[in-house]
């Protein structure tokens, strides 16, 4: 059974830093599409930044491009998401998910495993 399990949220200050992590069991991804999303409270979950394969395909949504990096560690089976400069709007919950491809897709609906979700809030 195929589990992805996110952990690395918090609260933080505007112009804090956090590390997302986001730990696959059940099956390698070494070379499936990552991608992170997030939800605010009454707004629709959105893309945020995608890994594809070959390494450093990477996708960033206008809104984090310059202070989010994602990254994979294969040997660890795990992905993560630098977040640096945090601004209040990217408070939400994070999810990472995977497709059985190696293309990112900014949808939802294109990826077949989800994580249960980490907290991020900002405080101004």
């Known amino acids: 059974q195929v589990q992805l399990v996110e952990s690395g949220g918090g609260l933080v200050q505007a112009g804090g830093s956090l590390r997302l992590s986001c730990a696959a069991s059940g099956r390698t991804f070494g070379r499936n599409a990552m991608g992170w999303f997030r939800q605010a409270p009454g707004k629709e979950r959105e893309f945020v930044s995608g890994?594809?394969?070959?390494?450093?395909?990477?996708y960033y949504v206008d809104s984090v491009q310059g202070r989010f990096t994602v990254t994979r560690d294969n040997a660890k089976n795990t992905v993560y998401l630098q977040m640096n400069s945090l601004k209040p709007e990217d408070t939400a919950v994070y999810y990472c998910a995977v497709r059985n491809t190696i293309m990112v897709s900014t949808m939802r609906r294109d990826y077949d495993y989800w994580g249960q979700g980490t907290q991020v809030t900002v405080s101004s």
């Open positions: 890994l594809g394969w070959p390494e450093g395909r990477t």
